[in-house]
């Protein structure tokens, strides 16, 4: 089965006013923190709304968070009730070293305290440049969007994974969108089997 068509069986989702409850008891069944599944899962809502064409799924959210930062939990932060990570994740200098691509400072070091290379920032592992470009605010209070915010961030990548892909139901748009984001197939595939197992699980609490 392709992948968009296996993952958009994880729908339906929850009404707005249920996403917390549904996060705790998808969090019982799928090891995600129950307030990262709320992220990914209000990050599916909007995004429903606001491009309909898209189909992205909060599986598929779930699947690029466990690959980029453990949903959030890397090196030992924690994402709170408000969202935001108890500390900053921010990856390593993309310095031309070994298996590392160089990328040369594009913010002057304003998200990622870096100022001679980039580095991939908060829980969905944005570069400053992609994500100055794409960053959505979850939120109505008119603040900048932050990568270290888990809400933030998963709106984001879902803006980001639809402008790559186009309709994320189908497997040439799930796959484009995803190696978008990493242009990797071992890392599409981990992606994957993440996501696809976390649908599954969800779809059998009926």
Avoid at 87 to 99: A, E, Q, R, T, V
Wanted: negative net charge; charged residues 25%.
């Amino acid at each position: 089965m392709l992948p968009g068509t296996a993952l958009a069986q994880g729908r339906p989702l929850p009404t707005e006013p249920d996403v917390v409850a549904w996060a705790k008891r998808a969090s019982e069944v799928t090891d995600i923190p129950a307030r990262t599944l709320v992220a990914y899962v209000n990050a599916d809502l909007l995004t429903q709304r606001r491009d309909p064409d898209c189909k992205i799924t909060w599986a598929t959210l779930a699947g690029v968070g466990r690959v980029e930062s453990h949903h959030g939990h890397f090196r030992g932060a924690r994402v709170g009730e408000d969202g935001k990570l108890t500390k900053p994740i921010i990856g390593i200098p993309l310095d031309g070293s070994p298996g590392v691509r160089a990328i040369r400072d594009t913010d002057r070091g304003e998200l990622d305290g870096d100022t001679q290379w980039d580095r991939a920032v908060g829980a969905m592992q944005f570069l400053p440049s992609t994500w100055t470009r794409w960053a959505a605010r979850a939120g109505e209070d008119n603040t900048a969007p932050d990568p270290q915010d888990m809400d933030d961030a998963a709106l984001t990548a879902a803006r980001y994974l639809c402008a790559s892909g186009g309709d994320l139901s189908t497997g040439d748009g799930w796959w484009k969108a995803v190696l978008t984001y990493n242009n990797s197939v071992e890392y599409g595939r981990d992606v994957y089997s993440g996501a696809d197992a976390y649908a599954r699980k969800v779809a059998e609490l009926g």
